[in-house]
Each structure stands twice: as C-alpha cells, then as structure tokens.
C-alpha cells in the first residue's frame, strides 16, 4: 500500500483538527496503522495507533483524551481526531503502516514499514 495524510492546516489553540491517511493500491485490513509527529528540530514521536479491526487503541501520554484515532477499512482510512489542540501538537504528523495480527498495536516508529508523506499541522497559541 502506498499512504498519504490530509486534514492539517493552520489552527488555533483548543482548537480541533481531524486528520486522514487514505491508502492506495492496496487495502489496509491486514496492517496496524500508526500516527506519528515530528516537531521542527526534534525527534520523530508516536502518537497513536491502532489494531487492524479498530477495537485496540493506544495513545501517547500527551494526547490521552485529546486525540482519537479510528480507522474505515472498507474506505481504506484511517482517522486522527485531534481536540483541545495545543500549540506543542505543533508538527508535521505521519501515518504508518505494518502487516500485523488481530489485537496488536505497534507503538515503536521502528517497526512500520510503510510511511506516507506528512501532514502540517501548525498550532497558534
């Protein structure tokens, strides 16, 4: 499969966004997919991801009850709703992908094999 993000944009604080990984030539039922950001000057981090049915979630510390993340299996996508933003959400956010099995969510940007291009989500206080 091949991944693209949307959804960022230029927003204020408290604010809510809600992002989209649509995948393409292929489908991602058989894959956990993965939120990941990375702010200007710091490491890539995770923020969320989910198992391959959507009923297992977890979520970086930093975002718990803020962020949401769901997937759409038969539209091939996979959502990040992003509430009470703040302005360290501030960062390009990626998704990811990697074929597991049911039940399992990779948190570990090390593991996912897929990458799509990002998305800016920019956050003013």
């Known amino acids: 499969v091949q991944l693209q993000a949307s959804g960022g944009g230029l927003v204020q604080a408290g604010d809510s966004l809600r992002l989209s990984c649509t995948a393409s030539?292929?489908?991602?039922?058989?894959?956990?997919m993965g939120w990941f950001r990375q702010a200007p000057g710091k490491e890539r981090e995770f923020v969320a991801t989910?198992?391959?049915?959507?009923?297992?979630?977890d979520y970086a510390d930093f975002v718990k009850g803020r962020f949401r993340v769901s997937r759409e299996n038969a539209k091939n996508t996979v959502h990040l709703q992003m509430n009470r933003l703040l302005a360290e959400d501030t960062a390009i956010y990626y998704c990811?992908?990697?074929?597991?099995?049911?039940?399992?969510?990779?948190?570990?940007?090390?593991?996912?094999?897929?990458w799509g291009r990002g998305t800016q989500v920019t956050v003013s206080s």
């Open positions: 030539e292929g489908t991602i039922v058989p894959y956990v």
């Open positions: 989910i198992s391959r049915g959507g009923t297992v979630r």
């Open positions: 990811a992908a990697k074929q597991g099995v049911t039940g399992q969510t990779i948190n570990s940007m090390h593991v996912y094999d897929v």
